[in-house]
């Protein structure tokens, strides 16, 4: 018994000494850590310097406008309004329905008394890492050990060895990962950080956006979102357009075969009151004339068919562009037929509506069928399932579907910037289909490593290029970025023959956070 009561005991003090020699204490408030665990968080330096500054600049915000609204209340602290700027309050999104009209006038002061600048602009830019100010050389495909076992022209991705930056091993309050409000984690997941994830790319992606006339996010796996995100949160006064990969189903007068006598008004008046300062109420200046505008009520009410934390992260993106960026505004950039189980009431209507086009986009991806093509009746039933699913996916890689899309960015782009001058900035967040190729090999996806010519000119950024061409727009500067995820890394074409090849500007990588 003596002998057993020993060995536990020793086993006890192994393992205890194991825990103890594993610990760290995060360095910012010294409380103790273990790393690899849930609790620690490893964080570029660079990064972390950024995010205190963004959130000191909010805490100056409501200290300035919002003074009457800290502690007016107990739930009303510093912290959660902070908090309530960067995750702006609806109905649904708490765990405690009280909580939002606990919240709500707060929420309305916020939107009635804004910033006198964006965020972003107050940050210095020389405190980003070098070599993102700079962007990285070297940029190759990231095989591995796969290579060999890989088909013909097709490669895993792009790659190249993380650079060594500085980090800092943080506990989750000192991460900024520590929410005070309470809300329902099947919007808002519990581990969610309450700040820019990607403040150095974003920053970097606005010395861009600045200097051109397009910018074309191309998103895997909801990276771009993230970024995009983050770019909101730092440059919520700047003026742009917003073109997102969703379905708007209002009335589009932006195309010029309904009506060119109101598009002929419409762009006029914007162009008018755009030329001096530009106007705060570009929203109300669009909507009257009846451009499309992407509301979060009508983004939202569409897409609930699953939610996941991609989901999360787009839901946040629309819901803060509408409530904290006063210049801005977003459109729908998508044809239905993309997204029809989105609109599983109205889907037989959408068929009927998009019947050619769906024939155009499955006989370019099949071929014509000596049958002829499948009926409307048979598209509503035995085919619905594979119209709202593969091939809906599948239909972003055809050139009919993307000459739709381009066609409505076009139009709209020259609406709202029919002089010559220097014009609004339009940034299209849009899925990787649409202008990198992937192909399928025995039911792996992957990415290929050379494109034919007609494969280029398919591409959307080139479709686009051409399109504004036609339409007399022909030194604009339009540039494309392919956001993947991972730690914020950026390699630029001046750098990188390779992307040239790909008819992209930059790669990127950006931190996936969780909305």
Not at 461 to 468: A, E, R, S, V, W
Request: glycine letters at 4%.
């Amino acid at each position: 018994m003596k002998r057993s009561l020993s060995i536990a005991f020793l086993f006890v003090v192994v393992f205890m000494s194991h825990l103890v020699s594993k610990a760290e204490r995060c360095e910012v408030c010294q409380v103790e850590i273990i790393p690899d665990q849930d609790n620690s968080f490893i964080v570029d330096s660079a990064e972390f310097e950024l995010r205190q500054m963004y959130l000191d600049k909010i805490k100056d915000y409501i200290t300035s406008k919002h003074s009457t609204l800290i502690d007016s209340d107990e739930l009303l602290t510093m912290d959660v309004l902070c908090e309530l700027f960067n995750i702006p309050a609806r109905d649904f999104i708490y765990k405690d329905k009280q909580t939002y009209n606990l919240l709500v006038h707060a929420e309305n002061e916020l939107q009635a008394k804004r910033m006198d600048q964006s965020i972003g602009n107050a940050l210095p830019y020389e405190r980003i890492r070098p070599d993102i100010r700079e962007t990285l050389p070297e940029l190759g495909f990231d095989d591995g050990w796969f290579a060999e076992e890989l088909p013909e022209n097709a490669t895993m991705g792009f790659g190249r060895d993380f650079p060594e930056i500085e980090t800092k091993t943080l506990c989750e309050s000192c991460a900024f990962h520590n929410l005070t409000l309470s809300y329902d984690e099947n919007i808002i997941k519990h581990d969610v950080i309450k700040i820019p994830y990607n403040i150095q790319m974003a920053l970097k992606l606005h010395q861009v956006v600045q200097s051109s006339d397009i910018v074309i996010l191309l998103d895997s796996g909801c990276a771009a979102d993230s970024l995009m995100l983050s770019y909101l949160y730092l440059f919520n006064n700047e003026r742009f357009i917003l073109g997102l990969d969703a379905y708007d189903e209002s009335p589009d007068w932006s195309d010029p075969k309904l009506n060119d006598e109101v598009a002929e008004v419409v762009w006029k008046s914007i162009n008018n009151a755009c030329e001096g300062d530009f106007p705060a109420d570009l929203s109300r200046l669009i909507t009257e004339f009846g451009l499309p505008v992407l509301t979060f009520e009508k983004y939202y009410s569409a897409t609930r068919v699953e939610y996941n934390s991609h989901a999360c992260i787009r839901d946040n993106l629309v819901r803060f562009l509408e409530t904290r960026c006063p210049n801005a505004v977003c459109f729908g950039v998508s044809p239905a037929v993309t997204h029809l189980r989105h609109h599983d009431s109205k889907y037989d209507k959408l068929v009927e509506e998009n019947y050619n086009l769906i024939k155009l986009a499955f006989e370019e991806l099949f071929g014509t069928n000596k049958d002829g093509f499948i009926s409307v009746d048979r598209l509503k039933t035995a085919a619905k399932s594979n119209l709202t699913g593969n091939w809906a996916y599948l239909f972003r890689k055809t050139k009919a579907v993307r000459s739709k899309v381009v066609d409505k960015i076009c139009n709209y782009y020259k609406l709202i910037n029919k002089s010559s001058k220097k014009g609004i900035p339009f940034i299209l967040l849009l899925g990787k289909d649409y202008g990198v190729l992937f192909d399928e090999f025995e039911d792996d996806s992957y990415m290929l490593k050379k494109y034919s010519k007609a494969q280029k000119e398919a591409l959307i950024q080139n479709l686009i290029k051409d399109k504004l061409s036609d339409l007399g727009y022909d030194n604009l500067k339009i540039v494309t970025f392919f956001v993947c995820r991972g730690g914020q890394v950026i390699f630029s074409k001046e750098k990188n023959d390779l992307l040239e090849d790909f008819c992209l500007d930059y790669f990127v990588q950006a931190e996936l956070s969780t909305f």
